[in-house]
């Protein structure tokens, strides 16, 4: 490990490893409290759309996708309050769009997307350093944002209907953290791809569940072990040449998998 710190590509890594695992540990935690890990998976599929566009208008793919990805969170949101839309009805509508966009725009582009699998599979190894200004700036403002409004944000994702009678600004805070969980959801494609970012959403925080129910908890432990299993997967998929993406999701879910035996054995001897 020490002799691969000496590589630009791996500290790029390591710092990609503990930035994801911050915005994601913090805003999966919301997105598992509020059950709406649904959503999640429709952010990341649309996001998909933008990446396809960035590559014909020869920009930077990631700001394709976050674009793309903040407007079909707000798309979501608004279908699903204003459009008179059953939310998984809007999901699905926004989740099949961007994939539909995304794959015209690839085929419509001239030449070979080469860099494509990395989006759809994750690639650790690839992140550059705009890559990573991009995904400290998303965990800045999620950690900001939540050291700021933590009670707030707890007392809308457990009971929006108390938070209204207390004239809590939920719409406000259900728009602004839902804008938050798609940039958090682009920040975290170089990791694990557009295919397998929703996990890290939601392996980390189901883990913690196991050993905690408050919420604060939840939020540091998932970003202890998002951290702890994207390493051990990049450290893996590095000496047995393997995908990355996928191998820091077979970390994660063996992590949960010793959490449950964990907790079973504790059951056990009680």
């Given amino acids: 490990m020490i002799e691969l710190l000496q590589y630009e590509f791996f500290r790029n890594a390591l710092w990609a490893a503990l930035l994801t695992s911050i915005s994601c540990g913090i805003i999966g935690s919301y997105i598992v409290a509020r059950r709406m890990v649904f959503i999640g998976g429709g952010i990341t599929h649309a996001s998909f759309g933008g990446i396809g566009i960035a590559y014909f208008a020869g920009i930077n793919p990631l700001l394709g996708a976050a674009v793309f990805a903040v407007l079909s969170a707000l798309g979501i949101n608004y279908f ?3 459009g008179n839309i059953r939310q998984d009805s809007s999901i699905a509508i926004w989740w099949s769009l961007g994939m539909a966009i995304g794959i015209i725009f690839i085929a419509l582009s001239p030449g070979y997307a080469p860099n494509l699998m990395s989006f759809l599979f994750g690639s650790i190894l690839t992140v550059s350093g705009i890559d990573l200004l991009f995904m400290s ?5 999620t950690g900001m944002v939540f050291l700021l409004f933590f009670r707030t944000i707890m007392i809308v994702s457990f009971d ?3 938070a209204q009678a207390r004239n809590l600004p939920v719409k406000l805070f259900d728009y602004l953290l839902i804008v938050l969980s798609a940039l958090a959801i682009v ?3 170089r990791v694990s791809g557009v295919i397998l970012v929703l996990s890290l959403l939601t392996l980390p925080q189901a883990t913690a569940n196991i050993f ?3 919420f604060s908890s939840i939020i540091i432990a998932s970003v202890l072990i998002g951290f702890a299993g994207i390493v051990t997967g990049l450290m893996t998929a590095y000496y047995t040449n393997l995908p990355s993406g996928a191998t820091i999701i077979l970390v ?3 992590f949960f998998g010793i959490g449950k035996l964990v907790s079973l ?3 056990v001897r009680n």
Avoid: G, P, Y
């Fill in 80 to 82: 699903t309050n204003k």
């Fill in 137 to 141: 700036t998303i965990a800045l403002i």
């Fill in 160 to 162: 929006s209907d108390f």
């Fill in 187 to 189: 920040a975290s494609i």
């Fill in 212 to 214: 905690t129910k408050k």
């Fill in 252 to 254: 994660l879910t063996v």
């Fill in 265 to 267: 054995l504790r059951w």
